[in-house]
T-cell receptor, first 112, second 113 residues
């Protein structure tokens, strides 16, 4: 069974630029999560989707971050404009039952 | 509010020695508890999980964890550490219905030859 796929794996941008990350969850997993992991910290939830609906986006900085999950499969997370403090690893996870989550390899973002 | 505390930021053990990583949680109801491992430049791999039942759970790579409700703890153990176990370990608590995970700050494990 293929795992959670994410791309790109690495991204370097200048502040105020925009960036987008893509996630393809494990086939059949209805729940998809985006986490932000700042260096030296544990991951923190940004947004949770159930199929193509948002369940929890309370920690998403909505003035600059947006996410969508069209057709209830792939998802895209966008940052516009990026700030220095957005430098982090962005992890996508999926779950078949909203209990056990399976994580992708992450996208490492550096904002200069 | 839900929270997870991993008191040890960094632990060094000798190869072949036993290991215990501590995790304390704060959660009002019966929690779902997880341990994940993250190697440098990688995502998180699930080691083991506790939902209910037997409080001693076995995971992959020879790891086990024990849920102690009275102490609000879920410590991870391994009887004999291998050099390949060097990584960062995260404890997490999940809400029964919400699915959201709250992570601790992680414990970095170094293994001496």
């Amino acid at each position: 069974e293929a795992g959670v796929a994410q791309s790109p794996r690495y991204k370097i941008i200048e502040k105020r630029q925009s960036v987008a990350f893509w996630c393809n969850p494990i086939s059949g997993h209805a729940t998809l999560y985006w986490y932000q992991q700042i260096l030296g910290q544990g991951p923190k939830l940004l947004i949770q989707f159930q199929n193509n609906g948002v369940v929890d986006d309370s920690q998403l900085p909505k003035d600059r971050f947006s996410a969508e999950r069209l057709k209830g499969v792939d998802s895209t997370l966008k940052i516009q404009p990026a700030k220095l403090e957005d430098s982090a690893v962005y992890l996508c996870a999926s779950s078949p039952d909203r209990t056990t989550q399976y994580f992708g390899p992450g996208t490492r973002l550096l904002v200069l | 509010a839900q929270s997870v505390t991993q008191p040890d930021i960094h632990i060094t053990v000798s190869e072949g020695a036993s290991l215990e990583l501590r995790c304390n949680y704060s959660y009002g109801a019966t929690p779902y508890l997880f341990w994940y491992v993250q190697s440098p430049g990688q995502g998180l791999q699930l080691l083991l999980k506790y939902f209910s039942g037997d409080t001693l759970v076995q995971g992959i790579k020879g790891f086990e964890a024990e849920f102690k409700r009275s102490q609000s703890s879920f410590n991870l153990r391994k009887p004999s550490v291998h050099w390949s176990d060097a990584a960062e370990y995260f404890c997490a608590v999940g809400a029964n219905q919400g699915g959201k995970l709250i992570f601790g700050q992680g414990t970095e494990l170094s293994v001496k030859p």
